[in-house]
């Protein structure tokens, strides 16, 4: 079994439900899907990508499976396998199937709650866009681009985020590219990636640098996101300005960590950046690089970078 009895149990509690029989893939409902239909406010990325916060999956078919064990991260890493240890998993149909009925079912309490939009409310149990970003490294799902492709068959609209530990499965994605690629930049060199995220695999820095320089072979959306710990890896903007500036991106995102689940175990609740310190932080990098600051979301702490002209760190 992928997942011990004990620790389903523990993450069925914390909401998530699992697809298929393999208990490898899951869902889980986003805070800001409960807030959109009660019209409390959305996700960031309604604001940034016009994404309907009320009709967003958010869901992974490789829960127990990624290459960092990131000290911001607020799941469970204590269940994380370093690569797909077996030929027994579930196929992308049933993923989605099983998701789609798991949204539903969790849902289902708003239909009794006066405060809810009669509108959002009809549509919120049709999902159209699949954010494969619940835990664990989505690019290692053995069936990865026939799950993107059936998502999109489906009518969804897909936003994969990768540790860019799998170079190989990011070429392999331009068969089938989702609709907006997120690589994690969570570092600004090696020893400090080293410190943060953890890598349980050699040369993982390598390989993300290798990922990053793969971007301009998609021909998708892509983002590099910065998740940004204060006292940690919010610091030498120089050298995060270098690597942004020689990818071949749309968007910079960064994102203020967040004091919640399991990182509570690892980091301090100073570890969260006020306001100020990731505004100042993402203008830092701005002012290095020849992206602008072109959105934000005060509410969540997470600036967009974008608007990129020539750059003075090509070459």
């Not at 089938?176 to 930049?185: A, G, V, W």
């Amino acid at each position: 079994m992928l997942i011990s009895e004990t620790k389903q149990k523990d993450l069925e509690k914390k909401g998530y439900r699992f697809a298929g029989e393999k208990v490898h893939a899951a869902n889980k409902i986003c805070h800001w899907t409960r807030k959109s239909i009660v019209d409390e406010g959305t996700c960031y990325k309604e604001q940034f990508y016009g994404i309907k916060s009320h009709r967003c999956l958010q869901m992974s078919p490789s829960i127990p499976y990624c290459q960092h064990k990131c000290l911001f991260c607020w799941r469970d890493t204590e269940i994380t396998k370093t690569s797909w240890d077996t030929d027994d998993y579930d196929d992308p149909k049933t993923i989605i199937e099983d998701c789609i009925k798991n949204q539903a079912n969790l849902l289902c309490g708003f239909f009794g709650n006066e405060n809810a939009n009669p509108k959002k409310l009809e549509e919120c149990v049709k999902p159209n866009n699949a954010a494969l970003s619940l835990a664990g490294e989505p690019l290692l799902y053995p069936e990865i681009n026939q799950l993107i492709e059936e998502f999109h068959k489906q009518d969804f609209t897909t936003f994969l985020v990768s540790n860019g530990e799998s170079p190989e499965k990011l070429k392999a994605l331009e068969e089938h590219e989702p609709t907006q690629l997120y690589l994690s930049l969570d570092a600004p060199n090696k020893d400090v990636y080293k410190k943060v995220c953890k890598p349980q695999v050699d040369n993982g820095w390598e390989k993300l640098q290798e990922s990053i320089d793969l971007l301009s072979t998609l021909d998708t959306r892509k983002v590099l996101r910065i998740t940004s710990v204060k006292d940690l890896n919010m610091i030498h903007t120089d050298e995060y300005a270098k690597i942004i500036e020689n990818s071949d991106i749309d968007y910079v995102e960064i994102k203020a960590y967040m004091f919640v689940g399991d990182s509570r175990n690892r980091l301090e609740w100073e570890n969260m950046p006020k306001t100020v310190d990731i505004q100042q932080f993402a203008q830092d990098i701005a002012e290095k690089t020849s992206f602008n600051v072109i959105d934000e979301v005060e509410k969540s702490r997470v600036l967009l970078l974008g608007d990129k002209k020539p750059g003075k760190y090509n070459n």
